[in-house]
């Protein structure tokens, strides 16, 4: 098992990738903290530890290194997988919906990063961040979305270069379309679900959205030993939609 021994924190671990992600750890034997918004998370399992709470408040987020320093220890992986979409024109775009996704895609990152890096052992460990296609290429409507996950990639980036010395990893997964039940929602608000799928899926060259099970089998490559000389990455699992 590639985590055996191996200690994790999942954000954002309520549905789509970050319960595929839990569900891989899990299998791979990982002894697992789990936080999302929800009071309850029906898909953890009697040895996970789950802690509700908002990543966008600091003192929940010290808290919860501390809960994670008294219940394990050390931190070996933590999966960055929480964040906020909110599709508006720019000229259209309420500051306060601006300022949440900001806060909920980025700047909450730097406050798991800032409080889970301590935890991590002498011997390392591997922070993956989940972006986004549009933190690497523009789109209309999606303009402080595309902001907020370019931001996460370039602050993976630079702690990955300053936590070098630590031997703490730093990488970013950048997804495409993948098949969530928030994105089969969005479909199904369409007046033509399938015409909608269809029109999405043919932007992608692999003609297809993604599974959460294929982004978390790359959230696993890097957080596994297997990715051991991998840090300041971006690793694109979009069928192909940033190659044009």
Same mark, same amino acid.
């Given at each position: 098992?590639?985590?055996?021994?191996?200690?994790? +924190? @999942?954000?954002?671990?309520?549905?789509?990738?970050?319960?595929?992600? /839990?569900?891989? =750890?899990?299998?791979? $034997?990982? %002894? !697992?903290?789990?936080?999302?918004?929800?009071?309850?998370?029906?898909?953890?399992?009697?040895?996970?530890?789950?802690?509700?709470?908002?990543?966008?408040?600091?003192?929940?987020?010290?808290?919860?290194?501390?809960?994670?320093?008294?219940?394990?220890?050390?931190?070996?992986?933590?999966?960055?997988?929480?964040?906020?979409?909110?599709?508006?024109?720019?000229?259209?775009?309420?500051?306060?919906?601006?300022?949440?996704?900001?806060?909920?895609?980025?700047?909450?990152?730097? +406050? @798991?990063?800032?409080?889970?890096?301590?935890?991590?052992?002498?011997? /390392?460990?591997? =922070?993956?961040?989940? $972006?986004? %296609? !549009?933190?690497?290429?523009?789109?209309?409507?999606?303009?402080?979305?595309?902001?907020?996950?370019?931001?996460?990639?370039?602050?993976?980036?630079?702690?990955?270069?300053?936590?070098?010395?630590?031997?703490?990893?730093?990488?970013?997964?950048?997804?495409?379309?993948?098949?969530?039940?928030?994105?089969?929602?969005?479909?199904?608000?369409?007046?033509?679900?399938?015409?909608?799928?269809?029109?999405?899926?043919?932007?992608?060259?692999?003609?297809?959205?993604?599974?959460?099970?294929?982004?978390?089998?790359?959230?696993?490559?890097?957080?596994?030993?297997?990715?051991?000389?991998?840090?300041?990455?971006?690793?694109?699992?979009?069928?192909?939609?940033?190659?044009?």
């Amino acid at each position: 098992m590639r985590l055996e021994k191996v200690t994790a +924190l @999942v954000t954002g671990a309520s549905s789509g990738i970050g319960e595929a992600v /839990g569900a891989h =750890f899990r299998r791979e $034997g990982a %002894r !697992l903290m789990l936080t999302g918004r929800r009071e309850r998370l029906n898909t953890a399992r009697p040895d996970d530890l789950y802690v509700p709470g908002d990543l966008n408040d600091e003192a929940f987020v010290a808290a919860l290194a501390n809960r994670a320093a008294e219940s394990f220890g050390t931190v070996d992986v933590v999966v960055l997988n929480h964040g906020l979409q909110v599709s508006s024109p720019l000229m259209e775009m309420a500051y306060e919906d601006a300022r949440d996704v900001l806060h909920s895609n980025l700047l909450s990152a730097f +406050l @798991v990063m800032k409080h889970f890096a301590p935890l991590m052992p002498t011997a /390392g460990g591997s =922070f993956v961040c989940v $972006g986004s %296609r !549009l933190g690497m290429v523009g789109k209309p409507g999606e303009v402080l979305y595309s902001a907020a996950k370019g931001g996460l990639i370039m602050l993976a980036k630079g702690a990955a270069i300053e936590w070098a010395p630590r031997n703490i990893r730093v990488n970013v997964v950048a997804p495409g379309l993948t098949a969530t039940p928030i994105i089969e929602a969005s479909f199904q608000r369409s007046t033509d679900p399938e015409a909608y799928r269809r029109e999405r899926e043919a932007q992608i060259p692999l003609q297809r959205l993604a599974t959460p099970e294929e982004i978390a089998d790359a959230v696993l490559f890097l957080a596994s030993s297997e990715s051991s000389y991998i840090t300041g990455a971006v690793l694109p699992v979009d069928g192909g939609y940033t190659a044009f």
